[in-house]
């Protein structure tokens, strides 16, 4: 997501193919058919995916076909069924939003006028497809985190009807600030602390608008990340409604001037964080108004999801999907001679994962009881939107849809000792992953960085959001012969060199056993999965417990 594109942090995977014969599950007959993955698979349909030729493979440039064509024709060798009618493709309308702010926002009625200068203090956007936005007076409100969360007995809008109104909420929710890991999830980021969540309640309560504080801790990234991320032309999903249903105005000030505006107003503006963690707190009028303007210019697209399934032999009607996104950032600005961003690891990589999985199905023997889907989303780097539009507008009903298992970068250094889950404790999922890693003779860690929101930031999130029970793992922290700190060092010399930069390609020093392990458990975990009659489950106290209850 374009927010995302800075948050998303190396990403390592793990698989050998010569250990694999221990995962071997008593269900399937004779050699495990994991094994059928392997290194020259993976590089081969890596090192295709990273090639100049896809142009950094940007959703609707040229680069699109070439991609798409690609999968497609992969898919169709391996003898996997089309999965859309006779379609291998998915139809995903956008519409790119380039946004011109007013150079100032303006607040009013307070001690003093107060003028807050854009990109230095503020960032504004409008997700409706309209050419001018105007916010005039409109009253701001302290929503505290901009929160309505039943299951905690939480609600940041009780009795106030925001119409006309702005909301000005804090980043994170208010367990980050607390020492009680009970309180929402302590330090661990739920989905109320983000601010694609925020975003959307607030327009579930009308407001004009909304106004997110900055705080680097509390949000996992610094204020150049929001500056950048916000300016330039944004995707989204088209809508019938051309998003008149989002707020008119979307915005994040800094902290520093979210002190200003609190020390402004007549009211008694203090301790604002305290104030909003406090169990049955009750939003407020800041007794001032915000007033500022946007132009936009869009342009609307379509681009495509690639999908191809093998059905069922027993339960067709069930579906077990895996996803990757083919998208990456295309042709950009040049550093170091080089325009083309390859995207080699994000996501080449975890794309080329997903073929060699699918390779391996199609291979088998024995089909899965349970229809097994493979879809390549597009748009990932610009918010999830491909698999946001499957999630909303799916082939194979969401309620059958038994379980997803998403990889975006795989294991580039070799092969791993962990198995490191993002978002552990969410799903049952969790527990098959951990059988199986056993058998590679692995260990399951948890996300070691949970304040920063992991879990929502790859295409299994569009899942967990309708209900369907997703897995995001990849060995990353545990080197099996180099140990923890090499592991950890070649992570960052990833992150701070080559992500997101022309830089990402692939070359002959990655080591793909480690995609390979990893493969192979993802295979292990999806078969097993279809070759059962149970659904995983969520477990309490998953913010998506209830979704997928109140949905089946
Ligand atoms: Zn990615």
Redesign the pocket.
């Known amino acids: 997501m374009k927010n995302s594109i800075f948050f998303?942090l190396a990403i390592l995977f793990s698989y050998p193919f010569f250990i694999s014969s221990c995962s071997g599950d008593a269900t399937v007959q004779g050699a495990a058919p994991a094994d059928a993955i392997d290194t020259t698979d993976i590089e081969y349909f890596l090192s295709e995916l990273s090639d100049d030729k896809f142009l950094g493979r940007k959703p609707c440039s040229e680069g699109e076909p070439i991609t798409i064509n690609f999968i497609k024709n992969e898919f169709q060798k391996m003898g996997l069924e089309p999965a859309n009618g006779d379609s291998y493709f998915q139809k995903v309308p956008l519409v790119e939003i380039e946004a011109a702010p007013s150079e100032g926002m303006y607040i009013e009625g307070g001690k003093q006028d107060l003028k807050f200068d854009y990109k230095k203090d503020f960032m504004t956007f409008s997700q409706q497809v309209k050419e001018n936005i105007n916010i005039k007076n409109s009253e701001l409100i302290f929503c505290g985190f901009g929160i309505v969360a039943p299951e905690y007995g939480w609600n940041d809008y009780a009795g106030i009807d925001m119409k006309g109104k702005t909301a000005v909420v804090f980043v994170n929710d208010p367990g980050y600030y607390s020492e009680d890991s009970t309180f929402f999830k302590g330090k661990t980021m739920t989905y109320y602390g983000r601010w694609d969540y925020k975003y959307e309640e607030a327009a579930r309560q009308g407001a004009e608008g909304v106004i997110i504080i900055h705080e680097t801790g509390a949000a996992g990234y610094p204020w150049f990340v929001v500056s950048n991320s916000w300016s330039g032309g944004l995707l989204s999903l088209q809508s019938p409604d051309d998003n008149m249903s989002k707020c008119p105005m979307e915005a994040w000030v800094t902290f520093d001037a979210a002190k200003r505006i609190f020390v402004n107003s007549k009211i008694n503006a203090n301790n604002m964080l305290q104030k909003a963690s406090e169990k049955g707190f009750k939003p407020f009028s800041l007794d001032m108004t915000v007033n500022t303007s946007i132009k936009n210019t869009f342009k609307k697209d379509i681009s495509n999801n690639v999908i191809a399934k093998i059905t069922g032999t027993e339960s067709p009607d069930e579906y077990i999907i895996y996803t990757s996104?083919w998208d990456h950032l295309g042709v950009g600005q040049v550093v170091n001679g080089d325009s083309i961003y390859n995207g080699a690891l994000?996501?080449a990589s975890?794309s080329a994962s997903m073929l060699s999985i699918a390779k391996a199905y199609a291979e088998m023997k024995e089909k899965p009881k349970r229809t097994v889907i493979f879809l390549s989303v597009t748009a990932?780097?610009q918010g999830l939107l491909g698999s946001l539009w499957y999630a909303e507008n799916p082939i194979y009903p969401i309620k059958n849809t038994v379980a997803n298992i998403n990889m975006?970068?795989a294991a580039i250094i070799g092969r791993m000792k962990d198995l490191t889950i993002t978002g552990f404790g969410q799903s049952t999922m969790d527990d098959i992953a951990a059988e199986e890693a056993k058998k590679q003779d692995r260990y399951i860690l948890p996300d070691q960085e949970p304040e920063k929101g992991y879990f929502f930031r790859?295409d299994h999130f569009s899942f967990a959001k309708v209900g369907v029970p997703a897995l995001y793992a990849k060995g990353s922290y545990d080197h099996r012969a180099k140990g923890k700190e090499y592991a950890m060092g070649k992570r960052k010399e990833f992150t701070t060199t080559n992500y997101h930069q022309p830089s990402d390609h692939y070359t002959d020093d990655w080591d793909l056993n480690g995609a390979v392990e990893d493969a192979q458990l993802f295979f292990n975990v999806g078969l097993r999965i279809a070759n059962e009659k149970l659904y995983p489950k969520w477990k309490e106290g998953s913010e998506f417990k209830n979704v997928r209850e109140l949905k089946n």
Request: glycine share 20%.
């Open positions: 998303f996104h994000d996501n975890g990932e780097e975006d970068g790859s």
